[in-house]
């Protein structure tokens, strides 16, 4: 039975880079004629919030229900809000599917240039878990006396749940577990004297479940700080929704920029699909103009082979990447002059020469 899979492509760059992650699960699917895909590809975000009102069409979650993963370009478009695009398809989708799971590799990869002085892949290899349902993206939240110049306010509520939390620290230390690295916890328990010293709270008690597993918190502040100054201290990271937004940010510019940043969103418990997507958003600045970089999407379809249960080919692809970088193709972002086109066929060329089919 071939893998059902929804491409949601969305806006500025995003059809152009997707377009690159889908040649290669294809390339994948001519050199291993028994794993296959069908791919769906769904023409959702801004135009169709332009024509119809809704970034999504009204059912879009039971229809993608059906599909083993979803793969996402990037949401975002200068004629509209970014709050209404993203509230609109990206993270309903992530709360809808219970994806709780936010997992960003930061890595650097053979080939790849980090701006910090004399870093090599070694030093640079961690895996980001942000929580990704709740947290400061709740979406909750208000705005009181509006249009009132001395009375009006936001609220943005932060939700932080037992249960929300409790599962993705303890993801984290199963993972820590599963590849014999430690665990960090990255929070505010200084300033955030209610979500933070909850979270804290939480995160050493499940620590004191996996004795085995080395664990240590850290401020986020001074997590920015060694992340740049020391990153190799990092070997699983666990965080929430918005510190794990940002500090996977700072780990895409160490680790050579947010070309080099893949994201995938998981329901651990496999009860919905999950969607990968690469970190970067729509670019609409050089959308169109085939100089994205697609590598972030290429490895999101790693990832996504990962999941679906094929390390080897998720490896393989990851592998392909990194020779094709070596090789020199690469596109403007990373000093090159190769299209987007160009270095996705590259990517897929590379994965012929490493496994014939
Ligand atoms: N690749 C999807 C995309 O466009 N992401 C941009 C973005 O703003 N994402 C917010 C988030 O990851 O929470």
């Given at each position: 039975?071939?893998?059902?899979?929804?491409?949601?492509?969305?806006?500025?760059?995003?059809?152009?880079?997707?377009?690159q992650?889908?040649?290669?699960?294809?390339?994948?699917?001519?050199?291993?004629?028994?794993?296959?895909?069908?791919?769906?590809?769904?023409?959702?975000?801004?135009?169709?919030?332009?024509?119809?009102?809704?970034?999504?069409?009204?059912?879009?979650?039971?229809?993608?229900?059906?599909?083993?993963?979803?793969?996402?370009?990037?949401?975002?478009?200068?004629?509209?809000?970014?709050?209404?695009?993203?509230?609109?398809?990206?993270?309903?989708?992530?709360?809808?599917?219970?994806?709780y799971?936010?997992?960003?590799?930061?890595?650097l990869?053979?080939?790849?240039?980090?701006?910090?002085?004399?870093?090599?892949?070694?030093?640079?290899?961690?895996?980001?878990?942000?929580?990704?349902?709740?947290?400061?993206?709740?979406?909750?939240?208000?705005?009181?006396?509006?249009?009132?110049?001395?009375?009006?306010?936001?609220?943005?509520?932060?939700?932080?749940?037992?249960?929300g939390?409790?599962?993705?620290?303890?993801?984290?230390?199963?993972l820590?577990?599963?590849?014999?690295r430690?665990?960090?916890?990255?929070?505010?328990?200084?300033?955030?004297?209610?979500?933070?010293?909850?979270?804290?709270?939480?995160?050493?008690?499940?620590?004191?479940?996996?004795?085995?597993?080395?664990?240590?918190?850290y401020?986020?502040?001074?997590?920015?700080?060694?992340?740049?100054?020391?990153?190799?201290?990092?070997?699983?990271?666990?965080?929430?929704?918005?510190?794990?937004?940002?500090?996977?940010?700072?780990?895409?510019?160490?680790?050579?920029?947010?070309?080099?940043?893949?994201?995938?969103?998981l329901?651990?418990?496999?009860?919905?699909?999950?969607?990968?997507?690469?970190?970067?958003?729509?670019?609409?600045?050089?959308?169109?103009?085939?100089?994205?970089?697609?590598?972030?999407?290429?490895?999101?379809?790693?990832?996504?082979?990962?999941?679906?249960?094929?390390?080897?080919?998720?490896?393989?692809?990851?592998?392909?990447?990194?020779?094709?970088?070596?090789?020199?193709?690469?596109?403007?972002?990373?000093?090159?002059?190769?299209?987007?086109?160009?270095?996705?066929?590259?990517?897929?060329?590379?994965?012929?020469?490493l496994?014939?089919?």
């Open positions: 039975m071939p893998y059902r899979i929804a491409v949601i492509p969305g806006d500025g760059i995003g059809p152009e880079v997707t377009a992650a889908v040649r290669v699960l294809r390339q994948v699917s001519a050199l291993d004629p028994g794993l296959t895909f069908e791919f769906e590809e769904l023409p959702w975000g801004t135009e169709h919030y332009l024509t119809h009102g809704t970034m999504m069409p009204r059912g879009a979650l039971d229809y993608l229900k059906a599909f083993d993963a979803i793969e996402l370009g990037a949401v975002g478009d200068p004629r509209v809000p970014d709050d209404v695009t993203l509230w609109g398809l990206l993270l309903p989708i992530r709360q809808g599917f219970d994806q799971v936010n997992l960003r590799p930061v890595r990869l053979q080939g790849a240039q980090s701006p910090l002085k004399d870093r090599r892949p070694e030093d640079i290899d961690m895996l980001v878990l942000r929580e990704n349902t709740e947290g400061e993206y709740s979406g909750k939240g208000d705005f009181l006396y509006p249009g009132d110049r001395q009375m009006e306010m936001a609220l943005q509520t932060t939700v932080f749940s037992r249960r939390v409790e599962r993705i620290v303890r993801y984290a230390f199963e820590g577990r599963h590849l014999g430690s665990v960090t916890s990255v929070s505010k328990g200084n300033a955030m004297n209610f979500s933070g010293v909850f979270w804290d709270r939480v995160f050493r008690e499940v620590a004191s479940e996996y004795p085995d597993v080395p664990s240590r918190s401020l986020v502040d001074a997590a920015a700080m060694f992340f740049v100054q020391d990153p190799g201290r990092f070997e699983v990271v666990v965080t929430s929704n918005l510190f794990g937004d940002i500090l996977t940010d700072l780990g895409a510019g160490i680790a050579g920029g947010l070309g080099f940043a893949a994201s995938a969103n329901n651990p418990e496999r009860r919905f699909p999950s969607l990968f997507e690469p970190v970067h958003g729509s670019a609409p600045d050089i959308a169109g103009r085939n100089i994205a970089n697609p590598i972030a999407a290429i490895w999101s379809v790693a990832l996504m082979l990962e999941h679906l249960g094929h390390p080897g080919w998720s490896a393989l692809v990851l592998q392909a990447i990194e020779v094709a970088i070596r090789d020199g193709e690469r596109t403007p972002d990373l000093g090159g002059s190769r299209t987007t086109d160009e270095v996705g066929r590259a990517v897929a060329q590379r994965l012929a020469k496994r014939p089919g």
